[in-house]
């Protein structure tokens, strides 16, 4: 039905390979649920998912900085890189600002200051962006409670992940996964209610 979630770090290991390795990964997922659309609706959604979630990664780490950065005062490229790997990789981890300026041997109001510059954002929001970011590929290509997926995350319990979750998707992980997941679902819901209120 579902495939097992990759970690982030073989996430990360995956993009490496570039746009060709990326484009491959998408036409197999593709493929895939072209194939079993007919024969096994969930395998097929499971695929177009997982596709999606690809895509969006990619984006965000194309759009995540550029080789300027440091004309800017930002950080270089090899601690754009470096920073991003170490808090994929420690993601169910709590991370401090400190661990991550310690990571690139800088002071701590110097690496906020860079890694805005470079990001776009304090390294706390895009610390949560990326465990929010992470929860939503765990709900989407795995069956594990949302319980888990906020340990697996680094969130502090299933209330810090929903908050997180609201503030920046703007519903609840419940609800966001039931939509992505079963669509079907979904209508049904809806027409249930209309139904109720004597609508047609």
Same mark, same amino acid.
């Given at each position: 039905?579902?495939?097992?979630?990759?970690?982030?770090?073989? &996430?990360? $290991?995956?993009?490496?390979?570039?746009?060709?390795?990326?484009?491959?990964?998408?036409?197999?997922?593709?493929?895939?649920? @072209? +194939?079993?659309? !007919?024969?096994?609706?969930?395998?097929? =959604?499971?695929?177009? &998912?997982?596709? @999606?979630? *690809? *895509?969006?990664?990619?984006?965000? %780490?194309?759009?995540?900085? @550029?080789?300027?950065?440091?004309?800017?005062?930002?950080?270089?490229?090899?601690?754009?890189?470096?920073?991003?790997?170490?808090?994929? =990789?420690?993601?169910?981890?709590?991370? +401090?600002?400190? !661990?991550?300026?310690?990571?690139?041997?800088?002071? $701590? @109001?110097?690496?906020?200051?860079?890694?805005? %510059?470079?990001?776009?954002?304090?390294?706390?929001?895009?610390?949560? +962006?990326?465990? $929010?970011?992470?929860? #939503?590929?765990?709900?989407?290509?795995?069956?594990?409670?949302?319980?888990? $997926? &906020?340990?697996?995350?680094?969130?502090?319990?299933?209330?810090?992940?929903? #908050?997180?979750?609201?503030?920046?998707?703007?519903?609840?992980?419940?609800?966001?996964? +039931?939509?992505?997941? !079963?669509? !079907?679902?979904?209508?049904?819901?809806?027409?249930?209610?209309?139904?109720?209120?004597?609508?047609?």
């Amino acid at each position: 039905m579902y495939s097992a979630p990759i970690s982030p770090l073989q &996430a990360e $290991v995956s993009y490496l390979g570039g746009v060709n390795d990326l484009a491959l990964s998408l036409i197999k997922l593709l493929e895939t649920a @072209s +194939r079993e659309v !007919d024969t096994d609706r969930a395998a097929a =959604k499971a695929s177009i &998912a997982q596709a @999606s979630s *690809l *895509l969006q990664v990619q984006v965000e %780490r194309t759009a995540a900085g @550029s080789p300027n950065n440091r004309a800017l005062g930002g950080l270089t490229t090899w601690q754009i890189h470096r920073i991003s790997t170490f808090v994929d =990789k420690h993601l169910e981890q709590p991370i +401090r600002v400190e !661990d991550m300026g310690q990571v690139l041997c800088l002071s $701590v @109001s110097y690496f906020s200051r860079a890694f805005r %510059r470079s990001f776009g954002e304090a390294p706390h929001a895009y610390l949560m +962006r990326r465990r $929010v970011n992470w929860a #939503r590929h765990l709900m989407l290509t795995s069956d594990m409670a949302l319980s888990e $997926v &906020a340990q697996a995350c680094g969130f502090a319990d299933q209330a810090h992940l929903c #908050r997180q979750f609201r503030q920046r998707i703007g519903a609840s992980p419940a609800s966001w996964r +039931r939509e992505r997941r !079963d669509p !079907d679902a979904q209508l049904t819901e809806r027409n249930i209610g209309r139904q109720e209120n004597g609508q047609s």
